[in-house]
């Protein structure tokens, strides 16, 4: 498995190619020059696009478009499908006018928009119902298309319902009750209210002003008492003080997503998973990442290993002495951090006693809504952006996943905000979530074409030091993390660390997605999770029969990850020695706007 051999000619000639290759966007037959003026174009493009692929959009639209012409039987069947609609709609209408009538169709679970009992009397349960089942036939008309690729289905499938939800009767105070009701008891004040909101944050949109925040690092968030023991170009690394006179013999080593701050894992003090640990006897390191900027465009992933994952365990071995630390890796971080026990294994570096995932993927070929954004010709599209910049920028990154959670995080936001005079909630997961941090352009750049499009991890062809890395390689434990409602790293894609590696694997299932579920402190209303340990010789369990048959659990799933840590962490002693100290948590990158 670690023989390079092992891989075709034609893959090994792909890992290895250079950055100059990369940078020229697979066509070496072009001239550096006319390379630039493709991506200077592209990137004067995306400004106006979105950063959304127009030519990707287009072969979307012309694949489906193609076989739904070229298939007259389906035609037919949204033909009738419509006919059917309108008749039901029809019926409907009449029925309500007289009084309460049972809805022909009732929005999916998670959609929120229709839920007040206003919405139930004429002429608004008529407006909703007809929106409703032109979005059912919609959905019918984009899906199900013969011969159409499942990525392009999607696409196609996406795009109808960002449109659709655009014109929601919900969006207008016209045919909205709640604004309309809101607006009569305030006399109108909550339409002032709403233009003077609407025009802040246009003007933040132009001027590219980061919205203000609640709660700041170092004061509101991020204040565990700790201590900065390393510093590179790329991290600082935080060693948190003991709470307990005793601690476990092996530390505890936190790697975040570099795509946002660390304090996700260290908020406001009741919701902080780092309190939670140094409370229970464990030394905790974290490392925090740098924002960084055009003169880091040519910082490479394999500089996100080295120089964070790696330089950080050198330190806790050094500082320490312990023979033995567990990591911690969350989203991208438990990417990184995958590999990097991948690669340890591989070259006999037995340091790390276990490895916990948090709602980290390693096998991207079904990583969820994000995928919708990721094929060869948006990555491309994305690479001149990057390339002029140096970076990718953080409103780049925003705008996607706005896009994905758009009734929550785009309409119906517009609506509380605008319409119903009701402000933003100031909490230290909102103003964390607003704190962005940007992303180099050649990191970004092999992240996506080596683990998204390639799925060069799960494959075994992911390079480091020249050599591939394979998941089996790693027999320690892992403790994998997913969470049920998870639009980054779906629950099911998560648990696919159990058929990849050969070792013990306790997988844990939690309710929420893919922040809210994992800052789960023991006491937060309606938590639940499931878990159980699949040992390495055991048979394969699918998510579905998982999920069926083992017990679900009231709470918080903290607790149980605590207890699982403490049995990998080695008896009781007295802390390690004072480290050197660079200063105090939460350190200078963090606060690096």
């Known amino acids: 498995m670690n023989d390079p051999t092992d891989i075709p000619p034609s893959e090994q000639l792909r890992e290895a190619s250079t950055w100059q290759a990369w940078s020229r966007h697979s066509y070496p037959e072009a001239s550096v020059e006319h390379a630039q003026v493709d991506l200077a174009l592209n990137a004067w493009l995306g400004r106006m696009t979105g950063y959304v692929s127009p030519a990707a959009l287009a072969a979307a639209w012309q694949d489906w478009a193609t076989h739904l012409l070229l298939s007259p039987a389906k035609q037919m069947e949204l033909g009738m499908q419509a006919l059917t609609g309108f008749e039901q709609w029809l019926r409907y209408s009449g029925a309500a006018m007289l009084g309460s009538v049972a809805e022909p169709v009732r929005p999916l679970a998670q959609d929120k928009r229709f839920s007040d009992p206003l919405w139930h009397a004429w002429p608004y349960n008529q407006l909703s ?20 690729s499942p990525h392009h289905t999607d696409v196609v499938t996406f795009v109808a319902r960002q449109l659709l939800d655009g014109f929601a009767p919900s969006n207008f105070i016209a045919t909205n009750p709640m604004a ?45 008492p700790g201590k900065v023991v390393m510093a590179n170009h790329l991290v600082e690394l935080i060693r948190y003080d003991p709470q307990t006179p005793q601690v476990h013999a092996v530390p505890l080593l936190i790697v975040p997503a570099w795509i946002m701050k660390y304090y996700i894992l260290d908020l406001s003090p009741q919701n902080s998973l780092v309190r939670y640990l140094v409370e229970r006897g464990h030394t905790v390191y974290m490392v925090s990442w740098k924002n960084p900027d055009a003169e880091d465009r040519e910082l490479s992933l394999e500089d996100y290993r080295r120089l964070g994952v790696m330089a950080a365990i050198d330190t806790i071995s050094a500082q320490t002495g312990a023979p033995r630390i567990n990591a911690c890796g969350y989203c991208l971080g438990g990417t990184l951090l995958a590999v990097a026990a991948a690669a340890m294994a591989r070259d006999g570096d037995e340091r790390l006693a276990g490895i916990t995932l948090l709602a980290a993927q390693v096998d991207f070929t079904e990583p969820g809504e994000l995928s919708l954004f990721i094929d060869d010709s948006q990555v491309a599209f994305l690479e001149a952006a990057m390339w002029q910049q140096g970076y990718l920028d953080t409103r780049q990154m925003a705008g996607a996943f706005q896009l994905l959670r758009s009734n929550d995080l785009i309409w119906s936001r517009r609506l509380r905000h605008y319409l119903l005079d009701i402000p933003d909630k100031d909490n230290d997961l909102a103003s964390w979530n607003a704190d962005a941090t940007r992303m180099p352009y050649r990191m970004h750049s092999e992240y996506l074409r080596k683990l998204f499009l390639r799925n060069s991890l799960a494959s075994a062809r992911y390079i480091v030091e020249g050599h591939p890395v394979a998941l089996t390689d790693i027999h320690i434990p892992i403790f994998a993390v997913g969470t049920m409602t998870d639009h980054v790293a779906p629950w099911r894609s998560v648990y696919k660390i159990i058929p990849l590696s050969d070792t013990e694997v306790t997988f844990l299932l939690t309710s929420g997605g893919h922040n809210a579920g994992v800052v789960s402190p023991p006491g937060t209303h309606g938590r639940s999770y499931q878990i159980a340990t699949h040992g390495h010789d055991a ?33 009781p002693g007295a802390p390690p020695a004072p480290a050197p100290s660079l200063g105090d948590a939460p350190g200078t990158y963090v606060l690096q706007p």
């Open 129 to 148: 119902q007809g929106f409703l089942l032109t979005q059912k036939w919609w959905h019918r008309a984009t899906s199900g298309v013969r011969g159409v």
């Open 180 to 224: 309309q009701q809101v607006t009569l008891a305030s006399g109108g004040e909550n339409l002032l209210h709403g233009a003077v909101r609407a025009a802040g944050d246009l003007r933040r949109a132009v001027m590219g002003d980061a919205p203000a925040v609640a709660c700041r690092p170092g004061r509101e968030v991020a204040i565990t």
């Open 539 to 571: 048979p394969y369990v699918a998510p579905e029969t998982w999920q069926a048959v083992n017990e679900l659990h009231e709470g918080s799933w903290w607790p149980a990850w605590e207890a699982w840590l403490a049995r990998h962490a080695g008896p």
